[in-house]
């Protein structure tokens, strides 16, 4: 199974709004809705960010959201703020009852 | 609240064996899928294996797959993961996840750092 692809590297200033992708296959993102999103800071476990491609567990800030069309998913963070400065995966279920994460991105705050 | 410790990693020779734990509590352990996820030193998120709740399904990736096995205490709130035949591309940090559903994970251990190495 192939990870799913996501931007090395996406960047924005305070306040702005950033989108990651996530693309993967019809047997993974496109084929279910069990899409989750987890952001992880430098020495530290992921922490669970998105679960069923667009709902937040609870305690995260709703500046966080998500969505998906066709196999692409996507993460999407308004209002950037320092402390969202982190690597973030996306993962998802996949035909073989499996799971499948994503490539990484790392977003900076400039 | 939510505690996972995982515990059992450290330095083991190419072929070696290497048992872990994870140590569950503050929640109802064996209602949970439970699953082991690896992060390599500088790379990404990699699934390992996960088992259902009353230990009847086990599902592995392909890289680890007839060396692995994973398994379940539920009387003992525990999680473990036999790793045999280790390679050098095994070294890894090995965290155990609590499942949210259907693979989705609401609650990490800190990890535990497995290096594999002569």
């Known amino acids: 199974q192939s990870a799913l692809t996501q931007p090395a590297s996406v960047s924005g200033s305070p306040g702005q709004s950033i989108t990651i992708s996530c693309t993967g296959t019809?047997?993974?993102?496109?084929?279910?809705?069990?899409v989750s999103w987890y952001q992880q800071h430098p020495g530290k476990a992921p922490k669970f960010m998105i679960y069923?491609?667009?709902n937040r567990p609870s305690g995260v800030s709703n500046r966080f959201s998500g969505s998906k069309s066709g196999n692409t998913a996507s993460l999407t963070i308004s209002g950037l703020q320092t402390e969202d400065e982190a690597d973030y995966y996306c993962?998802?279920?996949?035909?073989?009852?499996?799971?499948?994460f994503g490539t990484g991105t790392k977003v900076t705050v400039l | 609240q939510v505690q996972l410790v995982e515990s059992g990693g450290g330095l083991v020779k190419p072929g070696g064996s290497l048992r872990l734990s994870c140590a569950a509590s503050g929640f109802t352990f064996s209602d949970f899928y439970m699953s082991w996820i690896r992060q390599a030193p500088g790379k990404g998120l990699e699934w390992v294996s996960y088992?259902?709740?009353?230990?009847?399904?086990?599902y592995y990736a392909d890289s680890v797959k007839g060396r692995f096995t994973i398994s379940r205490d539920n009387a003992k709130n525990s999680l473990y993961l036999q790793m045999n035949s280790l390679r050098a591309e095994d070294t890894a940090v090995y965290y155990c996840?609590?499942?949210?559903?259907?693979?989705?994970?609401?609650?990490w251990g800190q990890g535990t750092l497995v290096t594999v190495s002569s």
């Open positions: 088992i259902s709740s009353s230990d009847n399904r086990r």
């Open positions: 993962s998802s279920y996949t035909t073989s009852y499996t799971l499948v």
């Open positions: 019809r047997s993974d993102v496109g084929g279910y809705n069990y």
């Open positions: 996840a609590k499942d949210y559903r259907e693979l989705q994970f609401d609650h």
């Open positions: 069923d491609v667009s």
